[in-house]
């Protein structure tokens, strides 16, 4: 079964920075191209940043570039975003999520969410 | 990246069948067959119900199927059941100023 799990979330004060994790398990994590997305409260979903399955190859949103930077530890099955000089407009909880093994960046697994709070 | 365009509601009967719009430019909807559609339900995670424009998941009932005309596309569902209530994002692949990925604001079905 595949399993995405996110950890690292918690409240952060305005400027700090957070490190989330997403741990794989249940498909061959290395061969599968990743992305990050949030979900502000009450609002829709925003897309933040891809990783190829090597990751040779990253993309990040306007909002996020320059602050955030993704990576991935495929000998330990898990995926990172690395979050600086955060904002409280980037309080949302935060998806992995797996691409499908077809092309176009389209998720078809999704982890259960961390929730990041940025507050003074 | 600007967001594709959904209608905020959309609501009908128990039976009865619903389209959901989504609305882009040619360089997102018009320009890829990369428009999929998720379904998500208050406090859990989104789930995959088209890919590809039209394409079903394993486990996706056939009520629901996705079209695409120009720079919009639609997600159909037929048969309309209590459990489809729930909130319907569409995406598509995009390369407006950077590669990746943009998605509607969201559509609150309600079964009535």
């Known amino acids: 079964e595949v399993q995405l799990v996110e950890s690292g979330g918690g409240l952060v004060q305005p400027g700090g920075s957070l490190r989330l994790s997403c741990t794989a398990s249940g498909f061959t994590f290395f061969s599968y191209e990743m992305n990050w997305v949030r979900q502000a409260p009450g609002k829709g979903l925003e897309w933040l940043s891809y990783i190829s399955s090597s990751g040779s190859t990253i993309h990040y949103a306007d909002s996020v570039k320059g602050r955030f930077t993704i990576s991935r530890d495929n000998a330990k099955n898990t995926l990172f975003l690395q979050m600086n000089s955060l904002r409280a407009e980037d309080t949302a909880v935060y998806y992995c999520a797996r691409d499908t093994p077809a092309a176009g960046n389209q998720f078809d697994y999704w982890g259960q969410g961390a929730l990041v709070a940025v507050s003074s | 990246q600007s967001a594709l365009t959904q209608p905020a509601s959309v609501s009908g009967s128990p039976g009865q069948s619903i389209t959901i719009s989504c609305t882009g430019t040619s360089s997102d909807v018009g320009g890829y067959n990369y428009v999929s559609w998720y379904q998500q339900h208050p406090g859990k995670a989104p789930k995959l119900m088209i890919y590809?424009?039209?394409n079903r998941p394993s486990g996706v009932s056939n009520r629901f199927s996705g079209s695409k005309s120009g720079n919009t596309a639609s997600l159909a569902i037929s048969g309309l059941q209590a459990e489809d209530e729930a909130d319907y994002y569409c995406s598509s692949y995009t390369s407006s100023t950077t590669p990746g990925v943009v998605f509607g604001g969201g559509t609150k079905l309600t079964v009535l």
């Open positions: 590809d424009v039209s």
